[in-house]
């Protein structure tokens, strides 16, 4: 059975970082890809950030271009975790943040076959 639990989601004040972590179980090793999205009410499930496992670019990373330069993904196949560091962020980061794999529809729209966890806050504001 696979499971994805996010946790590390919080506030903090505009610039500052955040790091939130996705622990992951029963995903099988040659999973396509795990990625983050993030929600705010009344808007669609957005894509920002994903790791992708082919033949020819294993572990390959991808942003969304409101979230290049300022986050990082990666993953700690050690532990099964994925991480997401954040930097320089601003009050529209705000939102809760999900993690989703092995991401049927890739990085940026969100299937209804990928396994979900249960999301965690971040909040930027002063």
């Known amino acids: 059975q696979v499971r994805l639990v996010e946790s590390g989601g919080g506030l903090v004040q505009p610039g500052g970082s955040l790091t939130i972590s996705c622990a992951t179980s029963?995903?099988?090793?040659?999973?396509?890809?795990i990625g983050w999205f993030r929600q705010v009410p009344g808007k669609e499930r957005e894509g920002i950030a994903c790791i992708l496992h082919t033949r020819n670019s294993p572990n390959s990373t991808h942003y969304a271009d409101s979230v290049k330069g300022r986050f990082t993904i990666s993953r700690d196949n050690y532990k099964n975790t994925v991480y997401l560091q954040m930097t320089s962020l601003k009050p529209e980061d705000t939102a809760v943040y999900y993690c989703s794999a092995p991401l049927n529809y890739g990085c940026y729209a969100p299937s209804p076959n990928d396994y979900w966890g249960q999301g965690t806050q971040v909040t930027v504001s002063s």
């Open positions: 029963g995903l099988p090793p040659d999973a396509f890809g």
